[in-house]
C-alpha cells in the first residue's frame, strides 16, 4: 500500500492498482528491444528490495529509456544496435544502490564466438569510479569481451586489489604458499587422496604438528601436514603465535590431460583460513593473549558438507574455538579484508561459541508484494550460540568470557556481505569497534525468486540470462541501511600499498593496539 498520495502520484506505475503483474519472460512476444526492457523494467519494478533507500527515479527510467529502446527495432545480430543497447543498460543500472547487483545482457553478436555476454556491477563501479575511471572508461573496457572481471579489476583501487588474505598472511607474517618456490601442484599430488568429489583438498598445518601425522577424533581421521610447506625461514608467524593453526582449501580440478592421457590438475588456492592466540610482539604492536583470525571467504559450511572435507574444517574451527576458550584470552580480532562473504551459517560457527544467549546484530526487510514499496516490518536477525550443538567438537571448554572483552573487525573496500554482517555483529557487541576502511555496501540476502518471494533474483527470456538481486534487506542494529555506502569505520586507518607489501600493516597494527588498550 502506498504510503502518501504524493508518492501515490509520483510512483503511479508501481501503485496503479490495475496493473496486472507478469513474470519478466511475459514481455517478450515480439522480440523488440522495447520488449526485452520492458520486461526488465518490470522485473526491477516488482522484485528489487532497495527502492526505498536507491535514488534512482525508476519511473524517469521508463518515460526515458522506453523509446530509445523503441527506435533499436528488432533484437538481432546488429554490432551497432547491440552496443548502443547495452550502453542504455549500463546507464540505467550503473548507479544502483544494490551492492550484489549484477546484471548480464546475452548479445548474439557474430563479432563474438557463441555471443557475448554484457555484464553490469554497480557495486565494482562505484569502487572503479572513486578511483578516478569514469562511466566511459568502464563501459568501454567491459564491453564485448565476456571478461568483465578481469578487465575491471585493474581500475579498483589498491587494497582491493592487493590487501587480501593471502597477501596479509604473506606480508604480515611470512607464510611462503605465494611465493615463487611454494609449488602447489606438487602439493596437491602428495595429498590427493584427500580430494572431495569437487576436486577440493583441505590441508591442515600448525606449530602443534611440525611433521605430517594423523590424528584421530570423534569425528574422523585428520591429518596435519609439514609446517615447512608453507612456512619460510624468515617466518614470523611462531613470534607473533604462542599457537596457530592454518587451513588452506586447495581446488585440484582437472584442466586437461597430456600426450598420454594423463590427467593434468589445476590447482589454486580456493579459500584460506587462519587462527592463533598471540605472544607479546611489539613490532606488530600485539600484545599476549589476543585471539586473532582471517578468512578469504564464508566457505565453511560449504566443506562441512563433503565427507572428505568435513573433518579438517571440523578441526580447524575446533582449534580456533580451544583459542577463544583459553581462559588467558584477552580480546579478538577478526580480519575480513577482501573477504567476500558467503555462506550464513557460518557466522554460528565462527562466533556462536562467544554467546551464551542469541545476539541480535540486525533486522531484515522483505518484499510482500509487487507493487515497488510493499516491504514487510522489519525483523530481527540474531547470531545464535554454537556451543552445545558443537560440543563433539568443543568439548566442554567456553569461550563465552571473550563476549564483553575487546573486539575488533578490520576491513576494506572489498569487505562484502556476510563480512558486513560481521560488522554489524561485531559492533552489537559490548566492546566492538570497526577499523581499517569502508566497507563495499552489499548487505542483502541472496538466493529467492519472484515465484515465492515476490523479490530476488530473475531473467527475461534467452537475452537478460541473469539479474543478480537479493530477496531481502539487512540493516543494522540500529535499523539503518548501508547498502550502497559501505560501513564506516570508528577508526578510519588509510592504507598504504608499499608499506603493505614490507610486511608494514597499519591496520592490524591498529586493531592490535586498540585491543590492548580496552583489555
Request: hydrophobic share 35%; charged share 20%.
Amino acid at each position: 500500500m502506498c504510503v502518501s498520495i504524493f508518492i501515490t502520484l509520483l510512483l503511479l506505475v508501481a501503485c496503479d492498482n490495475s496493473f496486472n503483474p507478469k513474470a519478466p519472460y511475459e514481455y517478450l512476444d515480439d522480440g523488440t528491444w522495447s520488449g526485452i526492457f520492458e520486461g526488465y523494467w518490470h522485473g526491477m519494478n516488482e522484485n528489487y528490495v532497495f527502492w526505498d533507500v536507491d535514488g534512482t527515479d525508476w519511473d524517469r527510467v521508463y518515460s526515458e529509456y522506453l523509446p530509445k529502446f523503441q527506435a533499436l527495432g528488432k533484437y538481432d545480430d546488429d554490432d551497432g544496435k547491440n552496443e548502443t543497447a547495452a550502453r542504455y543498460f549500463y546507464d540505467i543500472s550503473c548507479n544502483l544502490s544494490d551492492g550484489h547487483y549484477g546484471f548480464t545482457l546475452h548479445l548474439d553478436d557474430q563479432m563474438f564466438s557463441g555471443g557475448a555476454d554484457f555484464t553490469v556491477m554497480p557495486g565494482f563501479n562505484r569502487l572503479a569510479k572513486a578511483n578516478g575511471y569514469s562511466d566511459a572508461d568502464i563501459f568501454n573496457g567491459t564491453y564485448g569481451t565476456n571478461e568483465y572481471g578481469s578487465n575491471i579489476f585493474p581500475m579498483l583501487p589498491d587494497e582491493a586489489r592487493y590487501e587480501r588474505t593471502p597477501n596479509i598472511l604473506v606480508n604480515d607474517f611470512k607464510f611462503a604458499f605465494l611465493k615463487d618456490g611454494a609449488n602447489l601442484k606438487d602439493v596437491i599430488t602428495a595429498h590427493s587422496a584427500y580430494k572431495n568429489e569437487e576436486g577440493k583438498t583441505v590441508l591442515l598445518y600448525s606449530e602443534e604438528h611440525g611433521s605430517e601425522t594423523e590424528v584421530t577424533k570423534d569425528w574422523g581421521k585428520v591429518k596435519y601436514f609439514s609446517n615447512s610447506e608453507v612456512v619460510d625461514g624468515s617466518s614470523l608467524v611462531d613470534q607473533v603465535f604462542s599457537k596457530w593453526t592454518l587451513m588452506i582449501v586447495l581446488d585440484n580440478k582437472v584442466s586437461s590431460h597430456d600426450g598420454a592421457g594423463n590427467a593434468v590438475y589445476g590447482v589454486g588456492i580456493d579459500t584460506i583460513a587462519f587462527c592463533g592466540i598471540t605472544r607479546q610482539y611489539d613490532a606488530l604492536g600485539a600484545p599476549s593473549d589476543v585471539v586473532y583470525t582471517t578468512f578469504s571467504a564464508f566457505s565453511f559450511a560449504g566443506y562441512l558438507e563433503g565427507d572428505k572435507t568435513a573433518p579438517s574444517v571440523y578441526e580447524y574451527l575446533s582449534k580456533f574455538h580451544s583459542y577463544k576458550a583459553d581462559g588467558n584470552a584477552k580480546g579478538l580480532v577478526l580480519d575480513v579484508r577482501g573477504n567476500g562473504g558467503g555462506y550464513n551459517l557460518d557466522r554460528e560457527y565462527l562466533f556462536g561459541d562467544i554467546l551464551s544467549t542469541p545476539q541480535l546484530f540486525g533486522y531484515e526487510k522483505n518484499k510482500t508484494g509487487y507493487n515497488r514499496f510493499d516491504f514487510s516490518g522489519l525483523f530481527p536477525v540474531y547470531v545464535y550460540p554454537e556451543s552445545e550443538n558443537l560440543k563433539k567438537y568443543y568439548g566442554n571448554t567456553d569461550a563465552t568470557h571473550l563476549y564483553d572483552k575487546p573486539v575488533a573487525v578490520i576491513t576494506n573496500n572489498l569487505s562484502v556481505s556476510n563480512s558486513e554482517m560481521t560488522v554489524f555483529f561485531v559492533k552489537s557487541l559490548p566492546k566492538g569497534r570497526q577499523i581499517g576502511g569502508r566497507t563495499f555496501g552489499a548487505q542483502g540476502t541472496l538466493a529467492g525468486n519472484y515465484l515465492d518471494l515476490n523479490a530476488g533474483q530473475f531473467t527475461v527470456g534467452k537475452y537478460i540470462t541473469q539479474v543478480y538481486t537479493p530477496y531481502a534487506q539487512i540493516l543494522d542494529a540500529d535499523k539503518e541501511s548501508h547498502e550502497g555506502k559501505g560501513c564506516a569505520p570508528d577508526e578510519v586507518v588509510a592504507f598504504n600499498r608499499d608499506d603493505f607489501s614490507l610486511g608494514n600493516d597499519a591496520r592490524l597494527e591498529a586493531a592490535f593496539r586498540w585491543v590492548g588498550g580496552n583489555l
